[in-house]
């Protein structure tokens, strides 16, 4: 008897019903831990919001009672610490940018506020720096995802050197692909007039194009009192 | 990620997830039968006449070990005959055979001499003048297992069909030893549980060089081996697909065979394979999705071409997931001039954050992915009655992670040969 040809017909649909399920069940867990760590970063920022609230009313405090400058300590120490974990999510957001580029709507909310933290930071180190004396030295590094393929390269360098400095160097990236959704940006950017990028603003001056790490690292080296290791 | 490496891997994982699924389904289907075989007591009526053919070329040192493991098989020994093929042999292959021969005066041995023309030719020769009603081969590199005969030759006697015309064995590969070696017993043992399930839906496309048993007059009917053909193994057997006729594993038919030792030979064997396969598909592509020969040309022959896209797809997988980061990484630390130090200091805190860096979708339904398969090589470790464990863990690693990679780039190597047109011998 020749072989008796079947069609297991039967056998395809439930291995489709079953591939289908698995896939969705993989799909599914993907988009729920999606959401819950969109939650987890939008935790980060809300605490963001109330340390910095903790920290003007410190600066408030020090510019109309304390004249001697006695808190600075303590407001230096708070500021140190915010930044540090500004500088770790730093990393997170921009990993997490790379992989969910105008996907989300809640995601660019979350952005933009971070952006706005950063700001704020940098304003707050600009006016307490003078007030209490900080050594330590800003960045403003303009950026984009969409349209500057230099850009990871000196994202590379600046955490590079931020690894190396610690809580000396204060990096504030601002991604300018918020720009349209926030006016904040288009003001500094006027500001500062910045066609080009990335471009990084360091102690109030310019510079545009991609900075190699040696050059960089003189660069920074300027702006510190008392010079660090890395600046011998 | 470019969005075409994109399509093509997340239409290999699909359609992978399906077939393994489907392989299941066909296991769970076919479970209460696998347990009936398992217990059955195998008594054989009679004792048809066996020709066992052993193409020989260069073999000195393991053909011995192989004749001796066909005469010590438990089958009445005037219904064994052994037929050794010289094909061409410059060592001393003769005068090993001819000392066998005259020790062991009462066995049906004959050696034939031909000139070198291949394996195909060898058993072409010797198929004129087997006497038996089934034949099989057996390479010069395996041995076979004292029972195996008797259980294949009781499958044909089950069946009691003169149209099932090829038993195929079971293999494994014998006393592994190299890394390579390892992986290739994994392998194996996954293989051939797939071929069993293949079985029972009538879809096994190979009939293994090792020992498989056929029916002598049907084979010669078909006009015997095809002497151009790379894998005249695989040839065989889809041309006995094409006339309908049944072939059948034998699940614990064992015959144990020296797999490759190295990179460079597994590479040589491979790429014959490869190539055998491609060619065969195309040589039978008639049968690719034809209703007439039910789930061999629906699955069988859906898997044999798609298995070569999957290679394709595992390069590129591999590309986007290892090689590119890699270079990124070099491209990242030459822009630091190579400073590593600061990285080391903050690794482990970085670790943290990059668990938040993973596309969670993507890892899931690998997960999954990976579990379904892991089913499967559980699966066939008992299938094949072995521990799972057997050689430890540590090899597994590397069969999962890089094996089927290496193997891939083998494949994309040959597609590259036959579009480029290159010639090759086995």
């Known amino acids: 008897m020749v072989v008796n040809r079947r069609i297991s017909r039967e056998k395809y649909i439930l291995a489709a019903i079953f591939t289908v399920l698995i896939f969705s069940l993989g799909l599914a867990m993907g988009i729920i831990l999606d959401y819950e760590r969109l939650r987890w970063i939008e935790q980060i920022t809300k605490t963001y919001d109330v340390d910095f609230r903790g920290l003007q009313f410190q600066v408030l405090y020090l510019n109309s009672l304390e004249k001697d400058n006695a808190s600075c300590d303590v407001l230096y120490a708070t500021l140190e610490s915010a930044i540090a974990d500004l500088g770790d999510s730093l990393e997170t957001i921009q990993e997490y940018e790379k992989q969910s580029k105008g996907k989300q709507n809640d995601f660019d909310i979350i952005t933009r506020r971070y952006l706005l933290d ?48 610690g809580d000396k160097l204060l990096v504030f990236p601002v991604n300018v692909d918020i720009g349209e959704d926030e006016p904040s940006i288009g003001m500094i950017k006027r500001k500062y007039d910045v066609k080009k990028l990335p471009t990084l603003i360091i102690e109030d001056k310019k510079y545009e194009g991609v900075i190699e790490r040696n050059e960089l690292n003189k660069v920074i080296c300027q702006g510190f009192k008392t010079k660090p290791e890395v600046c011998a | ?123 072409n020769n010797a198929l004129k003048i087997t006497k038996g009603e089934f034949f099989s081969c057996l390479d010069a590199d395996s041995t076979v297992d004292k029972k195996t005969l008797k259980k294949m030759i009781y499958l044909y006697q089950k069946e009691d069909d003169k149209d099932l015309v090829i038993v195929t064995p079971a293999m494994k590969v014998n006393k592994p030893k190299t890394l390579i070696q390892k992986l290739q017993w994994l392998e194996y043992l996954v293989a051939m549980f797939v071929a069993r399930l293949m079985s029972q839906l009538d879809c096994i496309y190979v009939a293994p060089g090792p020992f498989s048993l056929y029916r002598a007059k049907t084979i010669k009917k078909l006009g015997g081996f095809s002497e151009d053909n790379l894998t005249e193994d695989m040839e065989i057997a889809y041309r006995v697909q094409t006339h309908d006729y049944k072939i059948r594993q034998c699940f614990d038919a064992y015959v144990h065979t020296v797999a490759p030792q190295t990179f460079h030979q597994l590479y040589k064997q491979r790429n014959r394979w490869f ?32 298995n070569f896209f999957l290679a394709i797809s595992a390069i590129s997988f591999f590309f986007y997931y290892a090689i590119l980061p890699i270079l990124n990484n070099i491209h990242e630390m030459w822009l630091v001039k190579f400073d590593f130090l600061p990285y080391l200091k903050t690794f482990f805190l970085n670790l943290n954050f990059n668990i938040l860096s993973i596309d969670l979708t993507k890892t899931f339904i690998l997960i999954l992915l990976f579990s379904v398969f892991l089913v499967m090589f559980i699966l066939s470790h008992k299938n094949a009655n072995e ?27 040959v597609i590259g040969e036959l579009i480029i047109g290159k010639k090759q011998k086995w």
């Open chain 2, 387 to 413: 521990r799972v464990k057997k050689h430890g863990f540590l090899y597994m690693l590397p069969y999962f992670l890089f094996y089927y990679v290496g193997l891939s780039f083998i494949a994309v190597i």
């Open chain 2, 1 to 123: 990620m470019n969005v075409f490496a994109s399509i093509i891997l997340w239409t290999s994982y699909i359609i992978s997830l399906y077939f393994t699924i489907f392989w299941l389904i066909v296991f769970l289907d076919a479970k209460p039968r696998f347990l009936k075989e398992e217990k059955e007591k195998r008594l054989l009526n009679k004792f048809p006449n066996v020709s066992v053919l052993i193409p020989g070329y260069n073999e000195e040192k393991t053909i011995s070990k192989t004749i001796h493991s066909v005469l010590n098989l438990d089958y009445p020994k005037n219904k064994l005959q052994i037929i050794v093929i010289n094909d061409g042999i410059k060592d001393k292959t003769k005068e090993v055979v001819e000392e066998i021969i005259r020790k062991n005066k009462e066995r049906d041995i004959i050696l034939i001499n031909q000139k070198n023309k291949g394996k195909a030719a060898a058993l």
């Open chain 2, 275 to 306: 190539k055998g396969g491609i060619l065969n598909v195309f040589l039978y592509r008639n049968m690719f999705m034809n209703k007439k020969f039910g789930d061999f040309g629906l699955v069988q022959m859906s898997i044999n071409m798609f």
């Open chain 1, 118 to 165: 950063n700001l704020r930071y940098w304003l707050l180190v600009r006016e307490t720096k003078d007030l209490c004396g900080f050594d330590a030295v800003e960045i403003l590094y303009f950026h984009s995802l969409d349209d500057c393929d230099t850009c990871p390269n000196q994202g590379v360098v600046l955490s590079y050197f931020k690894k190396k400095l």
